[in-house]
């Protein structure tokens, strides 16, 4: 399972569509993950559980992956950040042109929540 899976499918969990969840277990395309996933409302504790479940997937994905986690400390002290115009809770709401400025976040109008500490 994926981490865009994992993620969503505990989203589902959470709002209470079991019958959701189990599809999602079957599909492996992030962008029908989340559409399966979108229209859903889970509970008021949602957002800072979200924080936290976003976050230990993060971690477990370059744990669990000796390459993936070579790569991410010998990125230093570099900032990392995903860039999507029509994401401001997640990434940063920069589309691709913005990314390509000698300073690209100071433009960053999303909150980029995930800062994981990758010593």
Do not use: C
């Not at 189990?22 to 949602?46: A, F, M, N, Y």
């Amino acid at each position: 399972m994926s981490v865009e899976q994992y993620f969503q499918f505990y989203k589902v969990v959470a709002s209470g569509a079991h019958d959701t969840a189990g599809k999602i277990t079957l599909v492996e395309r992030p962008d029908i993950v989340k559409r399966l996933s979108r229209s859903l409302r889970p509970h008021k504790q949602w957002d800072q559980e979200a924080v936290m479940k976003a976050g230990l997937l993060a971690k477990l994905k370059f744990t669990q992956n000796p390459r993936l986690g070579e790569f991410l400390r010998n990125t230093g002290d570099t900032v990392l950040a995903e860039s999507s115009a029509f994401d401001t809770y997640w990434e940063t709401g920069l589309s691709l042109e913005d990314v390509v400025t000698p300073t690209p976040l100071i433009n960053a109008r999303g909150e980029g929540i995930i800062d994981w500490d990758h010593s």
